[in-house]
């Protein structure tokens, strides 16, 4: 169903990711894009920050301001703002109108004066805080303008652009206001530093704990917002809990985060393109492992993690336990597995390791010695085929020059090594406290030949760019067995998500907003290939032995077992598909515009 009728009221969607990547919040506007275009039609707009350098782009200027937004864009420009109107250059091309946060930094003290005169807002000198809350200042400028010519219902996403919301009521603008947090800041901070987080939760004295974390003007926001808005939503039910006692308001409905999913309609399709990127993965691993020992590539398994480096809150510490016991546990059990574990994430770095480049640089090497003793071989032979009257094969190694054979034995000769391959890729600028390499080393899981578990700790983004892989990280992941992922603290967590969309089985945890809701709405998830880490209420030491069990059932799989979790796991993609979850969004907006405008 598509609203279009101009008495139908226009929506908003107001980011500071929009048009501006930053991190998960990004992944929820621009996905669901296409879904909100096929039901809002023209009168879906978004509104983000005008960055010069994102701009350049994924934004396309319009020279057509004849509708509202145009119009409202133009009288805001008139009044001395810096604000562009046009597309956002991504899958449905959405409308979006770009302000320049720094078109008012210039009234920013009178902005944060007003802030604390009237809502008892505090605020700092900080550069995100002030960029912040002039963006906020002008937005709520421009809804003003827009609701002087439509109905208008504003959807505000996170804290970042929650300032406009007390003034838009405390002046009465006519505009229905969804607020939606996609985590609590006190909770981010909280469950970071509190190992007893979620028993602590319900006595937390909020601003005692903002001000000891120094984020008293942000939290300040962000439960102005939550307050001044017609409805309060969060996006899973782990997060309500939160919302609750550090925000002091029970959402009034929740909003799934979802995938923009593309399914093929071959089936086979999503299973021969984890074969193809396997084979890429597979050539990073030769490269890094083969100069010190081999393995069977045929009886190895992938596993991977990715995120940012929240060592706790993303369950990297729980998942090294688990892979250390695990470990241990194919080593008794003798299993001729081999399973590959890679950890990609952002710390900061010197380089890449010089040695990792170099082995991979000679293992080139020797692929292209091989194609050329296959070129000559296969030439010769084929000339002498024709020729000759005898059938015997010849005796090959008499086709390769001498040449080939020295430049074969060289490269071969210095490529291998008696080092252990290292954990890491790159010489990080933390080294010695690094908290996964730490881990790495006091328990000895370090590439020894005899572990069955390895290790590559990737402490950057993986991209085609990237000199080591070389490929997108949807095609890593698409490349990988299974994807882990079981969160500590996670109000949704779409990485596990991003597994499942592409048909590879993921680990996630009930502490996860993602994990908590496969487990109330997926039943035999686990066999589906879905495994759910229970975190809630149970030790660290319980939950690791879970993930331990999982894993190790895991890598016992037969090839046709992974190959059939595989193809259920795909065919769950679909309900987290934003054709199916958008019916939260439109639930939460019929709602803003059936509350009143007090
Ligand atoms: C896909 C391909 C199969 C391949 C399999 C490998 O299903 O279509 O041809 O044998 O992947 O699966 P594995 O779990 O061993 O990587
Ligand atoms: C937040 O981003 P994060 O990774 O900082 O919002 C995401 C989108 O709603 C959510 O998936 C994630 O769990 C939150 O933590």
């Not at 984890?274 to 084979?279: Q, S």
């Not at 293992?363 to 000339?383: N, S």
């Not at 080393?441 to 030949?449: C, D, E, G, Q, W």
């Amino acid at each position: 169903m598509q609203q279009s009728s101009s008495a139908s009221p226009h929506l908003l969607e107001i980011a500071w990711e929009a048009c501006n990547q930053v991190g998960g919040i990004y992944t929820v506007i621009r996905s669901k894009v296409p879904a909100m275009i096929e039901y809002w039609g023209d009168q879906y707009c978004l509104i983000g920050p005008f960055f010069p350098q994102q701009a350049a782009h994924e934004f396309e200027p319009s020279d057509d301001y004849s509708d509202v937004y145009g119009q409202a864009v133009l009288e805001l420009r008139a009044q001395g703002v810096e604000c562009y109107y046009g597309n956002w250059l991504v899958t449905g091309r959405p409308r979006i109108v770009l302000i320049n946060p720094f078109s008012a930094f210039g009234q920013l003290g009178e902005i944060k004066h007003l802030l604390w005169e009237d809502h008892k807002i505090p605020t700092s000198n900080e550069d995100l805080l002030n960029q912040v809350l002039a963006f906020g200042q002008l937005v709520k400028r421009f809804i003003s303008l827009l609701s002087g010519k439509t109905q208008v219902v504003a959807h505000f996403h996170e804290w970042m652009v929650g300032s406009a919301i007390p003034d838009l009521r405390r002046e009465q603008v006519p505009v229905k206001i969804v607020f939606t947090t996609h985590a609590t800041l006190l909770g981010r901070y909280l469950a970071m530093n509190d190992p007893n987080f979620y028993d602590q939760l319900t006595s937390v004295d909020w601003q005692h704990e903002a001000r000891h974390f120094n984020i008293e003007p942000a939290v300040s926001i962000e439960r102005a917002a939550a307050h001044g808005a017609h409805v309060f939503t969060t996006v899973s039910e782990v997060t309500v809990r939160e919302c609750i006692y550090l925000l002091d308001r029970i959402p009034d409905t929740v909003l799934p985060n979802g995938l923009n999913i593309r399914r093929f309609t071959a089936m086979h399709e999503f299973q021969n393109l984890h074969l193809t990127y396997k084979k890429r993965i597979h050539r990073f691993v030769m490269g890094h492992f083969f100069q010190s020992f081999p393995f069977d590539l045929d009886k190895t398994i992938y596993l991977f993690t990715s995120g940012r480096f929240e060592y706790r809150n993303k369950g990297f510490d729980l998942t090294l336990e688990a892979l250390a016991r695990l470990n241990y546990r194919m080593k008794q059990a003798k299993s001729d597995m081999t399973v590959v574990m890679f950890f990609v994430t952002k710390q900061p770095f010197y380089s890449i390791n010089p040695g990792v480049l170099h082995s991979k640089a000679l293992m080139e090497e020797i692929q292209e010695t091989c194609e050329a003793i296959k070129d000559q071989i296969g030439e010769r032979l084929f000339y002498d085929a024709a020729a000759s009257s005898d059938h015997k094969l010849p005796e090959l190694n008499n086709y390769v020059d001498d040449y080939w054979k020295l430049r074969y034995r060289r490269t071969i000769q210095s490529w291998k090594t008696h080092q252990l391959p290292p954990v890491v890729t790159h010489n990080l600028v933390n080294d010695q406290s690094d908290e996964i390499l730490h881990f790495l080393r006091s328990s000895n899981l370090v590439n020894n030949a005899d572990d069955r578990v390895k290790i590559v700790y990737h402490p950057d983004f993986i991209s085609p760019t990237n000199p080591l892989f070389g490929m997108e990280y949807g095609q890593f992941v698409r490349g990988c067995h299974l994807g882990i992922f079981p969160s500590y603290y996670e109000p949704w967590g779409y990485t596990p998500l991003e597994c499942v969309a592409s048909g590879i089985p993921a680990v996630t945890s009930d502490l996860s907003g993602f994990g908590d809701y496969v487990k109330k709405n997926v039943k035999k998830h686990t066999d589906k290939g879905i495994y759910v880490v229970d975190r809630h209420e149970r030790s660290f030491d319980d939950s690791a032995e879970q993930l331990t069990r999982d894993l190790f059932d895991f890598v016992e799989m037969s090839r046709r077992e992974r190959i059939t979790q595989r193809n259920k796991v795909e065919g769950l993609s679909e309900m987290f598909d934003w054709k199916k979850l958008l019916v939260h969004y439109e639930r939460a907006y019929q709602l803003a515009l059936s509350t009143s405008q007090e």
